[in-house]
């Protein structure tokens, strides 16, 4: 085990703003991306159900 | 199994369904691992202290934004050769996951940079070539969504991506060929690696947990693309009608 309490783990000693910084905006970018993907999964199914009602009229 | 059987959107599209669970499922068992061995398994370095511990995104990030760029030229160059249709999606799918990768190494390039350099950025050759990958990425996005014909849209994307596949050797060596700030690498297939081992498995892992990712991102943004594109057909039609 690395770390003797929460605090020095968030303090990654003296690095906390590096480290976090870095694995951060690697999950808001992971986290970003996934949420885009399911938009443009929703928006796809959409438009197509749209075209087909507009097919069959 | 036969190969060309799956090059078939209509047989793909399922195929790829059947798959993205398992990539999806592996990646998060990947990404727990390799957390843990990040911050909990891995010692301090003697020289950087924690803030080292920025390794574990920063290289297997930056392997996969040069990866994944060789990969969507190789999908090019087999589309523009044989104009298949799979091709075309699969370099598409796979061009903001690797824009995604090329910016996670440039952000954590910075954030390791100021406490270790002294800068956020400097114009060192493999930085600077790196920013130019950022730059082919977007560009070859912007390209293919200014072009509204979906076949032009594909072709010139896919030329601009084989031009660029160029700059992927350039950020490579650029460490050796430009004697610059940036450290030459810690892992090649020449010599045994200059790192503890520890880090190397947490890295390798992180690395490998990329991977899965991609692949299952990639083909849920394939999946997505071929039913646009496949829309007119009878298979996607039953699709739809199952589905409503």
Redesign the interface.
């Given at each position: 085990?690395?770390?003797e309490s929460w605090e020095a783990?968030w303090a990654?000693?003296?690095?906390g703003?590096?480290?976090w910084?870095?694995?951060g905006?690697?999950l808001l970018?992971?986290v970003g991306?996934?949420w885009?993907?399911r938009r443009?999964?929703l928006q796809?199914?959409q438009?197509?159900?749209r075209?087909?009602s507009w097919d069959s009229q | 199994m036969n190969l060309y059987y799956y090059a078939s959107p209509s047989t793909f599209y399922p195929l790829a369904g059947r798959l993205i669970p398992w990539f999806a499922a592996l990646a998060l068992v990947l990404t727990a691992a390799g957390l843990y061995i990040s911050f909990f398994v891995a010692p301090t370095d003697f020289q950087q202290g924690e803030g080292y511990r920025i390794i574990f995104i920063h290289v297997p990030a930056a392997w996969m934004s040069m990866f994944i760029y060789v990969v969507m030229a190789f999908w090019s160059a087999i589309g523009l050769a044989w104009n298949t249709r799979l091709s075309f999606v699969m370099a598409r799918a796979l061009a903001p996951t690797g824009a995604m990768f090329t910016f996670v190494a440039l952000w954590t390039g910075a954030f390791w940079g100021k406490p270790m350099w002294g800068a956020w950025w400097v114009w060192d050759a493999r930085l600077t070539s790196e920013l130019i990958l950022f730059f082919l990425y977007v560009g070859v996005m912007a390209l293919q969504a200014a072009i509204d014909d979906p076949r032009r849209s594909d072709r010139a994307g896919a030329l601009l991506n084989l031009v660029g596949v160029i700059n992927v050797p350039i950020i490579y060596f650029s460490v050796k060929w430009w004697n610059t700030l940036h450290q030459g690498s810690s892992v090649n297939l020449t010599r045994a690696p200059s790192m503890a081992h520890i880090m190397l498995w947490g890295m390798l892992i992180m690395a490998l947990a990329a991977w899965m990712y991609a692949i299952a991102v990639a083909l849920v943004r394939a999946r997505s693309l071929i039913l646009e594109r496949e829309r007119q057909t009878d298979w996607v039609r039953a699709l739809l009608e199952a589905k409503s």
């Amino acid at each position: 085990m690395n770390w003797e309490s929460w605090e020095a783990f968030w303090a990654m000693g003296g690095y906390g703003l590096y480290v976090w910084g870095s694995f951060g905006m690697t999950l808001l970018c992971v986290v970003g991306e996934l949420w885009l993907l399911r938009r443009h999964r929703l928006q796809t199914w959409q438009r197509l159900k749209r075209l087909k009602s507009w097919d069959s009229q | 199994m036969n190969l060309y059987y799956y090059a078939s959107p209509s047989t793909f599209y399922p195929l790829a369904g059947r798959l993205i669970p398992w990539f999806a499922a592996l990646a998060l068992v990947l990404t727990a691992a390799g957390l843990y061995i990040s911050f909990f398994v891995a010692p301090t370095d003697f020289q950087q202290g924690e803030g080292y511990r920025i390794i574990f995104i920063h290289v297997p990030a930056a392997w996969m934004s040069m990866f994944i760029y060789v990969v969507m030229a190789f999908w090019s160059a087999i589309g523009l050769a044989w104009n298949t249709r799979l091709s075309f999606v699969m370099a598409r799918a796979l061009a903001p996951t690797g824009a995604m990768f090329t910016f996670v190494a440039l952000w954590t390039g910075a954030f390791w940079g100021k406490p270790m350099w002294g800068a956020w950025w400097v114009w060192d050759a493999r930085l600077t070539s790196e920013l130019i990958l950022f730059f082919l990425y977007v560009g070859v996005m912007a390209l293919q969504a200014a072009i509204d014909d979906p076949r032009r849209s594909d072709r010139a994307g896919a030329l601009l991506n084989l031009v660029g596949v160029i700059n992927v050797p350039i950020i490579y060596f650029s460490v050796k060929w430009w004697n610059t700030l940036h450290q030459g690498s810690s892992v090649n297939l020449t010599r045994a690696p200059s790192m503890a081992h520890i880090m190397l498995w947490g890295m390798l892992i992180m690395a490998l947990a990329a991977w899965m990712y991609a692949i299952a991102v990639a083909l849920v943004r394939a999946r997505s693309l071929i039913l646009e594109r496949e829309r007119q057909t009878d298979w996607v039609r039953a699709l739809l009608e199952a589905k409503s």
